[in-house]
T-cell receptor
Framework: DQQVKQNSPSLSVQEGRISILNCDYT??????FLWYKKYPAEGPTFLIS?????DKNEDGRFTVFLNKSAKHLSLHIVPSQPGDSAVYFC???????????FGTGTSLTVIP | EPEVTQTPSHQVTQMGQEVILRCVPI?????FYWYRQILGQKVEFLVS????????KSEIFDDQFSVERPDGSNFTLKIRSTKLEDSAMYFC???????????????FGPGTRLLVL
């Protein structure tokens, strides 16, 4: 039951360039979306979120785009920095509760 | 900065044994959660807890699992009779609020890696 999908298990980007991480979902009841970053041996850390009433949310170098018709969201990191190297999880929450459904994660490597 | 802590960091147990995973949520948080991540797979919701009772649980959270907030600071996950497939990283999370107005509603601990042999 893969309601949230991250089809790219890994991504490598040169420092200073843009990183684009993608996420697709299937449940039309999802109305709140988040990105978490996870370093090894640590728990996920909240990065940025977006409500379904918006199509874009920006916070510094991080921007999340939501395309509701395509059930797709993406995280843009620009410029990418070596410290951004981590696993990024997309998560979604339905309007019926507080639990989050996570994707399988994309491992981002930013090459200096 | 306050953080969620979990103990132990690693636990190895024999199949059929009971395990208790412990979490200390951030002190002014009211909502508590357990998630698990089987190696190489997605993070999966197990249960949420508010006002001393379970508010939501997933299909994974069957009768073998229970949660408790025994003393107002700790939040525990008990697995009564572990199975091989319970081997995973277990994350505790806590939040100030239950509504989903902000992703900051859930702060995660570093996890407990459980290995069932």
């Amino acid at each position: 039951d893969q309601q949230v999908k991250q089809n790219s298990p890994s991504l490598s980007v040169q420092e200073g360039r843009i990183s684009i991480l993608n996420c697709d979902y299937t449940n039309s009841m999802f109305d709140y979306f988040l990105w978490y970053k996870k370093y090894p041996a640590e728990g996920p850390t909240f990065l940025i979120s977006i409500s379904s009433i918006k199509d874009k949310n920006e916070d510094g170098r991080f921007t999340v785009f939501l395309n509701k018709s395509a059930k797709h969201l993406s995280l843009h990191i620009v410029p990418s920095q070596p410290g951004d190297s981590a696993v990024y999880f997309c998560a979604a929450s339905p309007n019926t509760g507080n639990q989050f459904y996570f994707g399988t994660g994309t491992s981002l490597t930013v090459i200096p | 900065e306050p953080e969620v802590t979990q103990t132990p960091s690693h636990q190895v147990t024999q199949m059929g044994q009971e395990v208790i995973l412990r979490c200390v949520p951030i002190s002014n948080h009211l909502y508590f959660y357990w998630y698990r991540q089987i190696l190489g797979q997605k993070v999966e919701f197990l249960v949420s807890f508010y006002n001393n009772e379970i508010s939501e649980k997933s299909e994974i959270f069957d009768d073998q699992f229970s949660v408790e907030r025994p003393d107002g600071s700790n939040f525990t996950l008990k697995i009564r009779s572990t199975k091989l497939e319970d081997s995973a990283m277990y994350f505790c999370a806590s939040g100030r609020e239950g509504y989903r107005g902000s992703g900051e509603t859930q702060y995660f601990g570093p996890g407990t890696r459980l290995l069932v042999l």
